[in-house]
């Protein structure tokens, strides 16, 4: 079987999966709310790309199964980041899941975001990062993060943090607001200045990346979403999960529209 799309095929693009350890033995794993929003309102068909252990972090994986796709997606995850890994995949850590600080870290899944991103970025394709997708672009770009908004600036801890008190549906309602650059790349996928968007996220930006361009951001000044200076396509992140209600929400349906169109723009681009 061939992932290169034929001119009536759906563009295909690869979506990050995350590593679990249960009863000793790794898996790959990740929420159906992204393929199935990818499908019915980017138009787009997946690939679930596998996380990359550390001796197989020099392997070109990207190179092999990157070439062959549309657009990559960054997904968001419960797991903190761990910057030296993905500024970094081919470093060996000595733990791959346990943080320091008493959270979970993902370090497959931060070798896979770094081969990913890096070849998506050389490839020119479309990019959408979703929560901790946002994150791994800005760490990636040499940007940096808040360990805990908790510890950040009063408040602003409660208003991201998930809501455990609440049914895991309400906990993805709209949260908060953000305000949307009016010259960036959001606003004419938004098409407003102000949004409500959901939250559930501890870590945030702490420092945006050189490369990266502000397009939103929440009233105590996190930033909310930014996109790659000078794409040659749409390559953004948001820092919300447009994934979970969009098929009742209109600027998840746009957001996702949009990425499945600069995807199907740059499938076209390769055929000619």
Not at 105 to 123: C, E, K, N, Q, T
Not at 125 to 149: A, D, K, W
Not at 237 to 244: A, F, K, N
Request: proline share 5%; with cysteine.
């Amino acid at each position: 079987m061939t992932l290169q799309s034929s001119d009536n095929a759906r563009a295909v693009v690869g979506v990050t999966s995350n590593r679990l350890l249960v009863d000793g033995v790794h898996r790959d794993w990740l929420r159906q709310k992204y393929l199935k929003a990818l499908l019915h309102h980017a138009g787009v068909a997946c690939v679930i790309l596998p996380t990359i252990d550390a001796e197989d972090a020099r392997l070109e994986v990207g190179l092999a199964i990157m070439g062959a796709l549309d657009g990559l997606v960054l997904t968001g995850d419960e797991s903190n980041i761990d910057p030296a890994v993905l500024k970094a995949p081919a470093s060996l850590p000595p733990a791959d899941q346990q943080d320091v600080d008493g959270g979970i870290r993902d370090r497959p899944r931060d070798r896979l975001s770094a081969v990913a991103i890096g070849s998506a970025i050389a490839l020119g394709m479309p990019i959408l990062g979703i929560c901790r997708g946002l994150q791994e672009l800005n760490v990636y770009f040499g940007g940096t993060l808040h360990p805990s908004l908790a510890e950040w600036r009063l408040g602003s801890g409660l208003m991201h943090a998930e809501k455990p008190d609440r049914p895991r549906d309400r906990q993805y309602d709209a949260a908060h607001s953000v305000r949307i650059s009016p010259d960036g790349a959001l606003f004419p996928i938004a098409r407003a200045n102000e949004a409500q968007v959901n939250s559930l996220h501890n870590q945030g930006i702490e420092v945006l990346a050189a490369a990266l361009r502000r397009e939103a951001w929440a009233a105590d000044g996190l930033v909310e979403a930014a996109s790659v200076i000078g794409a040659p396509t749409l390559q953004i992140g948001v820092q919300w999960h447009p994934e979970w209600h969009a098929s009742t929400d209109l600027l998840s349906q746009r957001l996702f529209t949009a990425f499945g169109e600069a995807c199907v723009a740059y499938c076209q681009t390769k055929k000619h």
